[in-house]
């Protein structure tokens, strides 16, 4: 399959899941179930669940077993970026082409939007029945992991930019694929090497971003030079899927799309 084809196919299946799973606007306090609709509607490719949803194919998961942590996944990092819009972070009035969630509700519902994202989130992931997954997730998303890179990000330190790329992007990337070899029952090479590989790819996406936005690592270090490191980034993550054979087929496609 086409791996645009592949990603649309993919993100429909998470958008209908997605949509079952928010609170409806009509179910009360109503404000912050649409203040939280907003937020993940309409979302980008949700290539973060993607990846979880091709790490679990690649570990021979061929049924809707990882659904709910993908679901999870995007629902977390949508709370990250209701958080990181505020005034007390990054600052920004717009996100997808349209106002950021507490310019369109106020940064008092964006603030308890963000909160009930996140706790949507694991109530969602509990669905998957692992513990292991949960306790993973719960690491990822920590002060150790997006937590930490936001608190750095503040700092604006440019020496400070590869842990942020690190924390505040890779380790989302690395989890989400991981939480499919987790939830397959994978050994624990191939957990390692999904974890590997979805850092290495978290790090290209910010690399690249930065590019776009000329913002980050391209702000600090140059164009060319972050360019070079994002396709270095993609070469190595291609290198941890070996272990699969061809049934890493959709998650090398996926890198492929980052360049």
């Keep these: 399959m086409d791996i645009e084809r592949y990603i649309s196919d993919k993100k429909k299946i998470i958008d209908k899941a997605l949509d079952r799973y928010l609170p409806k606007s009509s179910l009360k306090p109503g404000i912050i179930h649409k203040a939280m609709r907003y937020s993940v509607f309409p979302g980008g490719k949700r290539i973060r669940p993607v990846f979880t949803i091709a790490g679990f194919e690649a570990c021979g998961g061929d049924d809707d ?15 990250t970026l209701v958080h990181d819009d505020m005034p007390c972070m990054d600052n920004d009035d717009f996100r997808r082409g349209k106002e950021t969630c ?15 994202l996140l706790t949507l989130a694991f109530q969602v992931i509990a669905d998957s029945g692992n513990i292991e997954v949960i306790k993973e997730i719960s690491r990822a998303v920590g002060t150790r992991g997006t937590i930490g890179g936001q608190v750095a990000d503040i700092s604006g330190k440019s020496s400070d930019i590869d842990y942020i790329n690190l924390k505040k992007t890779a380790v989302l990337f690395e989890i989400a694929v991981k939480s499919g070899g987790i939830i397959k029952g994978a050994d624990e090479r191939k957990i390692k090497a999904l974890g590997d590989f979805g850092r ?10 930065d590019l776009k936005d000329k913002e980050g690592y391209a702000k600090f270090y140059g164009s060319v030079c972050a360019k070079e490191k994002a396709g270095v980034a993609v070469k190595k993550a291609k290198s941890h899927l070996k272990i699969f054979g061809n049934k890493a087929e959709n998650l090398l496609n996926l890198a492929g799309t980052m360049m």
Excluded: N, R, T, W
Excluded at 65 to 79: F, N
Excluded at 102 to 116: I, P, R, S, V
């Design 65 to 79: 077993s990882a659904l709910p942590v993908a679901c999870g996944i995007e629902l977390i990092h949508s709370y």
């Design 102 to 116: 507490h310019k369109k509700f106020g940064e008092d519902m964006a603030l308890l939007a963000g909160d009930g």
């Design 200 to 209: 290495d790819i978290g790090i290209a996406f910010q690399l690249l971003d």
